[in-house]
Nanobody, 116 residues
Framework: QVQLVESGGGLVQPGGSLRLSCAASGLTFSNYLMSWYRQAPGKERELVAAITRAGGNTNYTDSVKGRFTISRDNAKNTVYLQMNSLKTEDTAVYYC?????????WGQGTQVTVSS
């Protein structure tokens, strides 16, 4: 059974930092493109960042470029999202996604709230 378990969310002040983790089990982690998505209240889920199977290439949505960094440790079956210089508009539930051909898995999400 595939499981993706996110952790690291919480309440942080504007300008602060958080590091999200997503631990995967039940799959061959290194075979999957890994991504972080987020969904704010009343908005559609959007792609935040993605990283290729070996970690050699990354991609970010424009609003987080220069502030967020996605990384992965295939030995630990874990993908990370380092979030710096957080803004109130980063408030959302953040989801981990694992995808390969015809297969996609989601975590349950972790809440990130940026507020003073």
């Amino acid at each position: 059974q595939v499981q993706l378990v996110e952790s690291g969310g919480g309440l942080v002040q504007p300008g602060g930092s958080l590091r999200l983790s997503c631990a995967a089990s039940g799959l061959t982690f290194s075979n999957y493109l890994m991504s972080w998505y987020r969904q704010a209240p009343g908005k559609e889920r959007e792609l935040v960042a993605a990283i290729t199977r070996a970690g050699g290439n990354t991609n970010y949505t424009d609003s987080v470029k220069g502030r967020f960094t996605i990384s992965r440790d295939n030995a630990k079956n874990t993908v990370y999202l380092q979030m710096n210089s957080l803004k109130t508009e980063d408030t959302a539930v953040y989801y981990c996604n694992a995808v390969r051909t015809f297969v996609s898995y989601w975590g349950q999400g972790t809440q990130v709230t940026v507020s003073s």
